[in-house]
């Protein structure tokens, strides 16, 4: 799975990166957790790239709204276009999620060890989301998403079984819908990054606690 992820790219290298007209000013994040607004690009009513926020933790459309019970973080690839929660958003409502690094946690004989992830030249990259829009009777309006999670690759098999879907910038247009893909062609873009140009790290258990959000959290520290 990924719960947790940086997002601490400049504007300026954002809307590069994604082709944006425009960006938001945000703040650099280290420590995103679930619940919590994160960056996304999506399309806007014209069919134009936007930068927008939306809370980590799909709200499905016909729900009665925010449920922490249920985790809706990630979904899985492999059943993504036919789960009831993720299936209507998989169909018209996909989005990019801006990284700079995730986190993942390795099983250890006295407790979990954090790793970072991140490219070898620690450039942006997006992982694939899915967005929802929801209304309460009371008129509340939460625009939210998840993370597509598939298996882990060679370089990620060691610390967890899942890591989040990253696309290739080439499939971008592809996955956001500009090209009117079908199912299949979407379904071709979901599958493990190949692990050449990327690093996994062990780092500090400080990253465990979502009020730790500093570049430190990145920091390599010997393994246990």
């Not at 420590?31 to 014209?46: F, G, S, W």
């Not at 030249?121 to 997006?126: C, I, N, R, T, V």
């Not at 625009?143 to 967890?160: G, Q, Y």
């Not at 893909?181 to 979407?186: N, S, T």
Request: proline share 9%; aromatic share 8%; hydrophobic share 40%.
């Amino acid at each position: 799975m990924c719960g947790r992820f940086a997002q601490y790219s400049d504007p300026d290298a954002i809307a590069r990166h994604f082709d944006l007209e425009t960006a938001l000013q945000p703040e650099p994040r280290y420590n995103v957790a679930p619940t919590q607004p994160v960056l996304a690009v999506r399309l806007d009513a014209h069919g134009r790239r936007e930068l927008t926020r939306l809370r980590w933790g799909l709200v499905p459309f016909w729900s009665n709204g925010p449920d922490n019970r249920y985790s809706m973080i990630n979904a899985r690839a492999e059943t993504v276009a036919s789960k009831p929660a993720y299936r209507a958003a998989f169909a018209k409502r996909r989005c990019l999620i801006p990284a700079d690094a995730f986190y993942e946690w390795q099983p250890g004989e006295r407790a979990k060890t954090p790793h970072a992830i991140r490219r070898n030249d620690h450039g942006l990259f997006a992982m694939a989301g899915l967005w929802e829009h929801w209304e309460g009777e009371d008129g509340a309006v939460i625009d939210s998403c998840t993370i597509i999670v598939t298996e882990a690759n060679a370089l990620l098999a060691p610390i967890h079984d899942r890591m989040p879907v990253i696309l290739d910038p080439s499939d971008y247009g592809t996955w956001l819908g500009t090209e009117s893909p079908d199912q299949e062609q979407l379904q071709t873009v979901l599958k493990p990054a190949d692990p050449n140009g990327w690093d996994a790290y062990p780092i500090s258990r400080s990253v465990n606690k979502p009020g730790n959000d500093s570049p430190a959290l990145l920091e390599p520290v010997g393994a246990d």
